[in-house]
């Protein structure tokens, strides 16, 4: 039974690898189009100085509905370029980070699984030390407490 419990660790860890990988390259990918939309975003704003600028060149389809809202949102000072519209692939690598932590999780839980009953008693002791230890110290410490 143990060597099936290593061999789970060691998929998840290659999954973990793989997922860690992914995720930065969907990070990078998300960032230079976030900064790309950006600068356009910025070109277009010395472009279109007033709302009505802005909903006519979208009338003759010069641009987009989302480019419109952002460009809108920043003449009234609503919002930045930073805060427009996910794109999809800032959607994407939070896609990834979710199944990114529910892999870590996996392994965190087959790593704790493997542990013999000893160790496993050690480490609980240690944490039960750790929480009356904060404990103690908040009662000791707290101003509140009559």
Known sequence: MKP?????????ERVVKKLTALKA?????ALEKKTRRNEILK???AEYKTEEEISEAYGWELISLDERDALMELLQGVESPDHAVMTVDE???LEIQDLLSQAKKRLRDLEWDALPKAEKERILKIQEDRVEEKKRREKVFNPWDF
Do not use: E, F, G, L
């Not at 390259?25 to 990918?29: H, L, V």
């Open 4 to 12: 099936k419990r290593n061999n789970d660790i060691k998929a998840v």
């Open 25 to 29: 390259s969907a990070d990078t990918k």
């Open 43 to 45: 070109k277009q704003m």
């Open 91 to 93: 959607i994407y690598a």
